[in-house]
């Protein structure tokens, strides 16, 4: 590691391309100063989403939206715990040296790149909280981003109750494991929870609460879904994976009339400029078609996350009440950052791949 006193090393690109293509390990100095929300933290662990790294991938040298607004340099990550230090802004409030915090790098579009693959990161204290003293901080890294999605779409916006029958697009993923946790959780031994995953991975998924799995590979997931459950329709859809619009234009066979569909997955703008257009439509018809016009007669909610402090915290008491538990795929040392990426490429993850910055407050 870095003299920690003066120097820190980040994992930085200036470029859209594969992890390993990208990526380069560099040393810049530890901030020095820090603006009025914000906190220094000496990260412990981070946790990969697969998202970052398909914007790290998209677009290669053809068309970079996400490039054009990100600051360059740019570091990659949201998911961090770490240890308050000592440079606080003038506003912090409710933080002292030494605390056990857990949460997400900027989320904003404007500072994409400003992320926590690095040894010291400047963080909002909105999207921070302690964390839980029955928690480790390894396992507090992989919540930040799914466990808050995972509560914000099953709890605030689905108010999932006891009894209540859902359908998981997506169920391995890091989104995935924490939705099904926290599905069982509330749904309880009543309810019904359905999952989709390929089949190396079911026994996983099944331990984790599901009840009924899908092989999406092995189906048409759309018929599957009419064939064996318009019977017993679903309260609420949570497709993580964003892929195909027909999971939403078919739900009237398998969701009942007041369920909502949940598109948690960002939609797969695809590699082309024609195929990242036609998921834009698609998902703005989803959105504002009314059923009057030929809209689908089903609620639909796409939004990304909204970070506030009231919502971190709730997140954060979930985790304390073990709602849901980290699921963590593989650790790397933060050395060893492009094996990690390599891993979250083979698509053979379950949850989610850890990386040790410093382990010195485990
Ligand atoms: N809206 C928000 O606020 C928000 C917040 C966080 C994340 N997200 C989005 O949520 C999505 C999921 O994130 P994540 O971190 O969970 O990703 P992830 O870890 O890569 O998981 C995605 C999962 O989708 C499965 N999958 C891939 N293709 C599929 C298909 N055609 N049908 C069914 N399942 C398929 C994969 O399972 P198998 O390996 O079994 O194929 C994989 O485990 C991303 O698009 C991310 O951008 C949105």
């Not at 605390?99 to 992320?115: K, L, N, Q, S, Y």
Request: charged fraction near 20%; proline fraction near 5%; aromatic fraction near 10%.
């Amino acid at each position: 590691m870095a003299d920690h006193n003066s120097m820190m090393k980040q994992w930085q690109f200036t470029r859209s391309g594969k992890p390993r293509d990208i990526l380069t390990i560099t040393e810049i100095p530890i901030p020095t100063t820090c603006p009025d929300d914000e906190l220094l933290i000496k990260i412990s662990y981070v946790s990969l989403n697969s998202a970052i790294l398909h914007r790290l991938m998209a677009y290669r040298g053809v068309f970079d939206p996400v490039g054009a607004f990100r600051s360059r340099p740019s570091v990659p990550e949201k998911d961090f715990s770490g240890i308050v230090c000592d440079l606080r802004g003038a506003n912090v409030k409710g933080f002292n040296t030494g605390d056990r915090v857990f949460g997400m790098g900027p989320t904003a579009f404007r500072e994409i790149g400003r992320g926590v693959l690095c040894e010291y990161a400047l963080i909002k204290q909105d999207s921070l909280v302690k964390v839980p003293d029955n928690i480790s901080m390894k396992d507090a890294a992989c919540f930040p981003v799914a466990g808050f999605t995972a509560y914000c779409f099953l709890i605030e916006k689905a108010q999932l109750k006891k009894g209540d029958k859902v359908f998981i697009n997506g169920g391995s993923g890091a989104v995935g494991v924490m939705v099904i946790q926290l599905a069982r959780t509330i749904v309880g031994p009543t309810g019904l929870v359905v999952a989709t995953c390929t089949a190396a991975k079911s026994d996983a998924i099944r331990n984790l609460g599901a009840d009924e799995i899908i092989d999406y590979t092995a189906h048409d997931l759309p018929a599957f879904l009419r064939e064996h459950y318009s019977s017993r329709p679903f309260d609420a859809i949570f497709d993580t994976v964003g892929s195909d619009h027909i999971l939403y234009s078919s739900s009237p066979a398998y969701l009942t009339p007041e369920g909502l569909f949940c598109a948690i997955g960002l939609v797969d703008f695809g590699s082309t400029v024609w195929a990242g257009t036609k998921r834009i439509l698609q998902l703005l018809s989803a959105m504002m078609v009314p059923v009057y016009l030929g809209g689908v007669p089903r609620r639909y909610i796409f939004e990304p996350l909204k970070v506030s402090h009231v919502r971190m915290l709730a997140m954060a008491k979930l985790v304390e009440d073990k709602a849901f538990k980290a699921v963590i795929d593989s650790t790397y040392k933060f050395d060893n950052v492009l094996d990690a990426y390599d891993r979250l490429v083979s698509r053979q993850v379950i949850g989610k791949v850890v990386i040790e910055v410093n382990a010195d407050h485990d």
